[in-house]
């Protein structure tokens, strides 16, 4: 099972320059779904792929999906060739994206966030203006249920 | 009568500017349990992230008790 505070720190604690996007944002901003995964955008500095990369090795990130036995080099090299990565984690399913559909690369997703306080961690999580942005963009299904819901927040939360 | 017509205009106008997600939600609905929100809505992000995992751990925990099922 997905370990979501746990996996915060340890993006947190090794200083990962990081937006919480997706499900676990519509969470934390007040939905009241279930997630099974936690979905970032990540800057794509080389300072910060090296960090990131150190921070999750000890969490063997592998690709989720792929075939057993299939070569996957987790390092700062491959962070670098690569911009999305779907992975399976010793904390639980983890997906790094480099950019967001209706946003943009990390600092366009970065200036749509505010930081929250999650247990220890203070982490920047996409608002919901962003978050209504990257599911028009997105369009799937989910998305329409995800859009429905930010509609109600709104509409409880306005003053 | 001019009024009600202009109105029913407008209001068509309105849904074709209206994104796509707002035309579709006008016709359906989506089955969005506003008390769910509402009782979220009251409580810290630590504190939605910590009932998430909760239910994450009751259906993990139902699905062993449910133990393997036959196709």
């Not at chain 1, 989720?64 to 299939?70: N, S, T």
């Not at chain 1, 989910?142 to 429905?148: F, G, H, P, V, Y």
Request: contains cysteine.
């Amino acid at each position: 099972m997905i370990e979501v505070q746990r996996l915060l720190e340890v993006l947190a604690d090794s200083g990962t320059e990081f937006v919480v996007i997706e499900g676990v944002a519509m969470v934390l901003r007040g939905s009241g779904r279930v997630t099974v995964d936690v979905d970032v955008c990540y800057a794509r500095d080389d300072g910060n792929l090296a960090r990131l990369a150190r921070a999750l090795a000890p969490y063997h990130p592998r690709l989720r999906g792929a075939p057993e036995g299939l070569p996957f080099l987790w390092d700062d090299r491959t962070l670098r060739s690569g911009l999305n990565f779907t992975l399976t984690t010793d904390l639980g399913d983890l997906d790094l994206l480099g950019e967001v559909p209706g946003l943009g690369s990390f600092e366009a997703v970065a200036r749509g966030a505010t930081r929250l306080e999650i247990g220890r961690v203070h982490a920047r999580v996409l608002d919901l203006d962003a978050l209504e942005r990257s599911k028009r963009a997105a369009g799937r299904a989910k998305d329409l249920l995800d859009l429905a819901e930010i509609a109600e927040i709104r509409r409880r939360t306005k003053p | 009568m001019a009024a009600k017509a202009k109105a029913a205009r407008d209001t068509a106008a309105q849904r074709e500017d209206a994104p796509w997600d707002a035309r579709i939600l006008e016709l359906i609905d989506a089955g969005i349990d506003g008390t769910l929100i509402e009782e979220s809505l009251r409580r810290t992000p630590t504190e939605r992230l910590a009932r998430m995992q909760a239910m994450l751990a009751f259906l993990e925990q139902a699905k062993r008790d449910r133990g393997p099922t036959t196709a």
